[in-house]
């Protein structure tokens, strides 16, 4: 099964590990991926840009609004994620609660579906069309 | 199962390697390690429930282990010099300064390969201190008893014992033949996987699975191999490929008829850059590359029809001239049927067919029936195609060819 770490931090740890030289926080995150891929669970990972960077589209009135940076009164940002393949779900939270993460940061973990969750609906038009649209993303 | 059971479970899984190697390194025996490591699991089953789980669980693992080395020797009045320097720097350490040693790990991945070991013996061990499974989720895997499993490792750690193997990787004029091994054997696990030899079901995706993360972990240990990263690369591609190998109804789909929609992109994405890793070291493409590159022609061709049978027809050639296996001959016929036509490939099969090669794989009359149904030669296909659903060991691929000779 895969599950998906996502990373969440609260504005203050964030500001909080400004604190931090950067390199260290390299080295922990850079150890700490190093023993996924050395067990051979890591599928997949990417860090996130500062908010700043980004922007929002809000689907709460007729035309989808965009707003400039991160979502106003949120009070934790994702910043990251990890896709791990475990054999169980204790074995995930066993991973998740080795990241080197401190105060003020979740990880909130999700499990990945895969063919099996749509089975009933192998038929589906938009089943089917999923799985085209995701083999064109992945040939781009 | 209790909760503490599946946290130790998961523990186990994530650290049993490193905790077998490290304890292997000190008492030189894989065997003694591995029963001295699950004295530990046992003691974390007892203690943790009460204590919580150690911060550091695989430090806490090593170090019962090692504790009960000790104990062991004090026993036996075995406590030469050399066990009681190793016992006072024991008592010194703290359990957080655990450092595992990469090096141990690679150690203990050769000893479970080690040639005094038949086939079956290094799957289970590999399976067990390399990969960290139970001997229960072995055994379910394998479908066969758990005792079965359990008599095994028992065995294959008494061997070790007894051929006195040294926990060492092996010299650099054995390396790579000892390397081919391990790859062998993790190979193997995979397509018992893949195509499951007895049983009825076609795939067997967690053992599949168990193999690729082996490979992985070897890959990490060993980065400088290109072959390890073939074998990682030839895994992710033919695994990318299991959601579209079965029907609704549990029956196996060809090559040729696979809705490439279901492929999964992610795996191939990571076959290909696995390939591109081992050919970046330059040493050439081996055995494993060459699969893998055949298995990318597949993967990233737009249908079967589109697929580039020339560039995989040549791959088949180069292979055959490194391992002159008659599968790989079997293999390039049908690559040649595809880009020459029929009758270029039954010459090939027919010079088969002749040296005697391959007389009780079903794969040979299975191939030459439907070279001979294309000819339009239908009487002689339906009985190739018959001999063939005869010798097949899998329920699911007799079904199939019955029903092939059926439809002519």
């Given at each position: 099964m895969k599950y998906m770490l996502i990373m969440r931090s609260t504005d203050e740890a964030i500001e909080a590990s400004k604190e931090v030289p950067f390199e260290e926080i390299i080295n922990a995150m850079g150890a700490y991926n190093e023993s996924l891929m050395k067990a051979g669970v890591l599928l997949a990972g990417e860090g996130l840009a500062e908010p700043d960077e980004g922007f929002v589209v809000d689907f709460a009135a007729e035309e989808p609004i965009v707003t400039d940076g991160p979502y106003g009164e949120t009070h934790e940002l994702f910043n990251g994620f990890w896709i791990l393949q475990t054999s169980t779900k204790e074995e995930a939270i066993e991973w998740a609660s080795r990241c080197p993460l401190g105060p003020g940061s979740k990880l909130e973990v999700r499990r990945v579906?895969?063919?099996s969750d749509f089975e009933d609906f192998t038929?589906?038009?938009?089943?089917?069309?999923?799985?085209?649209?995701?083999?064109?993303?992945?040939?781009? | 199962m209790s909760d503490i059971r599946r946290t130790v479970d998961a523990v186990w899984r994530i650290e049993g390697a490193r905790v077998v190697a490290t304890v292997a390194r000190m008492v030189g025996d894989v065997g003694l390690a591995e029963d001295l490591a699950q004295d530990a699991v046992a003691d974390a089953l007892a203690q943790w429930p009460e204590s919580g789980v150690p911060h550091n669980a695989g430090a806490w693992l090593t170090a019962v282990a090692k504790r009960k080395a000790i104990d062991g020797w004090r026993r036996r009045e075995r406590l030469d010099d050399r066990y009681r320097e190793i016992a006072h720097e024991l008592d010194a350490?703290?359990?957080?300064?655990?450092?595992?040693i990469d090096d141990d790990v690679l150690r203990l991945v050769?000893?479970?390969c080690h040639p005094v070991l038949g086939r079956e013996a290094q799957v289970a061990m590999t399976l067990r201190v390399v990969g960290g499974l139970t001997s229960e989720e072995i055994a379910r895997m394998f479908l066969v008893p758990v005792p079965t499993i359990q008599a095994r490792i028992t065995r294959a750690k008494k061997t070790l014992t007894a051929a006195r193997v040294p926990f060492e990787v092996p010299d650099p004029s054995e390396w790579s033949g000892r390397l081919g091994g391990v790859l062998s054997v993790i190979y193997l696990i995979f397509t018992e996987g893949y195509t499951a030899t007895t049983g009825d079901r076609w795939l067997r995706p967690e053992l599949a699975g168990e193999a690729l993360r082996v490979g992985r972990t070897l890959a990490g240990l060993a980065p400088r191999e290109p072959e390890v990263h073939a074998l990682v690369a030839l895994m992710e591609l033919q695994a990318s490929r299991f959601a579209a190998r079965i029907a609704t109804d549990g029956r196996p789909v060809l090559l040729a008829d696979q809705d490439r929609t279901r492929w999964d992109r992610g795996q191939i994405t990571r076959g290909v850059a696995a390939l591109a890793r081992s050919d970046a070291l330059g040493r050439g493409r081996g055995n494993y590359a060459l699969q893998a590159a055949i298995a990318q022609c597949h993967a990233t061709a737009a249908s079967f029809d589109d697929t580039e049978w020339e560039q995989i027809v040549l791959l088949y050639e180069a292979l055959g001239r490194l391992t002159s296996s008659p599968v790989v001959a079997l293999n390039r016929a049908v690559a040649v049927s595809m880009s020459a036509g029929p009758v270029a490939a039954l010459e090939i099969v027919d010079a088969l067919v002749e040296s005697g090669a391959m007389r009780q794989s079903y794969l040979l009359p299975s191939v030459r029936g439907e070279l001979l149904s294309r000819l339009g030669r239908l009487e002689e296909a339906r009985a190739e195609l018959a001999s063939a659903a005869d010798l097949a060991g899998n329920e699911r691929e007799r079904d199939v060819l019955l029903a092939k000779a059926a439809a002519l």
């Open positions: 579906t895969d063919m038929d589906n038009e938009f089943v089917q069309k999923e799985e085209g649209w995701r083999k064109e993303l992945g040939q781009e | 350490e703290t359990s957080d300064e655990w450092e595992p050769f000893t479970a």
